[in-house]
């Protein structure tokens, strides 16, 4: 039977780490960071590699023709609206409650052609009270007349009575002064007929101005008022009642007005040449020439207000639409054909390049460098006189780090 003392001990000789196994297991651990070293180093190589193939994304458009500016300089560029001589706000002379309109945005109305009418009854009333006191007056006249038929009878019987003796002074003075008080009746009865003629027109002009009519020919641009509504001439609060009937636009007046800086007013001249292009119509340069400067300045915004007008009027030509104007100058003294610039192009699109203009073509999802030679300014684009023509495709947007033969990708 095994005692106490006679029981097994730990031998911590057992866990010594011979000289080999140490050696193994540093070398296993070395191997272990190479390896994973390398993964990282290759996974960081990818990384960059598909960073630095990434296609930047732009923006591209076409380049236009220009349409040309007959070899004059462009010297201002301005923006600004049109706006019709002859526009018209209609309202009526009274205050009253529409009964009747006649039109609608876009009507075509000639000069006196009834647009509205207004609530006429109060005075209609008035006009046939003054056309009764003009017929009692007219009637009380027939009446002095034939009193005063009467009194001369009257009065020629007591000239003749007086005459033979049978009569006194004193009866044929009675008798005059009842023939002059008639006279004098009749006179008065004809002036009281002249008033009431007068309290007759002014109650037709009332009347009148219960109708609303064009006072010129144009287009109905704005419908301000509906049956029922209260209308005024002078606006009465709290919103309910119109001050207006409608707005009238002459589109035979339409012109354009700009605000040009007090720094480059010198520049402009009456008759002076210009080209406009409007928002609406990118595409489409209209001629038109500087009709007047008007004489004062803006002190607010510096500014002169310039009026252009159109050479030829066209019906997509609408007030308040936007368009941007070119002030021409004279014929440039080099040759017309050498000076006409060959293409149109955003100056978004031009980039700066050891002190030249150059610009990226995208052909086949790749850049192509070109340098460029500049004319004058259009509005938002640039005259291009060598370096690009028509239909080319240019980058107007996108990273500044492009290089030539870079591949883009190109936002749709």
């Known amino acids: ?41 290759a996974g960081l190589s990818g990384g960059i590699y598909a960073f630095w193939n990434q296609k930047p994304v732009v923006e591209v458009a076409v380049v236009q023709k220009p349409k040309g500016a007959g070899g004059r300089e462009a010297l201002l560029n301005a923006s600004g609206y049109v706006t019709p001589r002859r526009r018209a706000t209609i309202a009526a002379k009274i205050t009253g409650r529409v009964t009747g309109v006649f039109f609608d945005e876009g009507t075509h109305v000639h000069n006196g052609q009834l647009l509205a009418t207004l609530d006429d009854s109060d005075a209609r009333r008035a006009l046939d009270s003054a056309k009764a006191d003009r017929d009692s007056s007219q009637a009380g006249i027939a009446d002095l007349r034939v009193q005063l038929r009467n009194a001369q009878i009257v009065l020629r019987r007591a000239e003749q009575l007086q005459k033979a003796g049978v009569q006194t002074q004193e009866q044929l003075d009675n008798a005059r002064t009842s023939a002059d008080s ?44 509906q049956v029922g509504e209260m209308v005024s001439p002078i606006s009465a609060g709290g919103g309910f009642t119109r001050t207006g009937i409608a707005t009238i636009v002459d589109m035979n007046s339409n012109e354009i007005e700009v605000d040009v800086s007090e720094s480059y007013i010198a520049r402009v001249q009456d008759g002076q040449p210009v080209t406009a292009i409007l928002d ?45 104007v070119t002030f021409l100058g004279a014929a440039t003294a080099k040759n017309s054909a050498a000076y006409a610039p060959a293409a149109l192009v955003a100056q978004s699109a031009l980039r700066d390049d050891s002190g030249k203009k150059i ?54």
């Not at 790749?366 to 006189?385: F, Q, S």
């Open 1 to 41: 039977m095994a005692t106490p003392l006679d029981s097994p001990k730990h031998d911590l000789g057992s866990l010594r780490i011979h000289d080999g196994q140490r050696k193994s297991g540093a070398i296993g651990k070395r191997l272990a960071l190479f390896f994973g070293l390398l993964v990282g180093l």
């Open 182 to 225: 008639l006279e004098a009746k009749i006179d008065l009865a004809k002036a009281q007929v002249t008033a009431s003629q007068a309290r007759i027109q002014e109650a037709q002009q009332a009347v009148d101005n219960c109708t609303i009519r064009a006072p010129f020919d144009g287009i109905v641009v704005s419908k301000d008022a």
């Open 280 to 324: 609406a119509y990118p595409d489409w340069e209209i001629p038109s020439r500087v009709r007047t400067i008007i004489p004062t300045a803006d002190r607010q915004k510096a500014t002169v207000k310039v009026r252009i007008s159109f050479i030829k009027l066209d019906p997509r030509i609408l007030p308040d639409m936007g368009i941007k």
């Open 359 to 412: 610009v990226f073509l995208v052909k086949e999802d790749r850049l192509e460098r070109r340098a460029v030679t500049l004319g004058g300014k259009r509005g938002a684009d640039a005259e291009i006189i060598a370096g690009l023509a028509a239909g080319d495709t240019v980058v107007v947007k996108g990273p500044p780090e492009l290089r030539d033969g870079q591949a883009v990708q190109v936002k749709k």
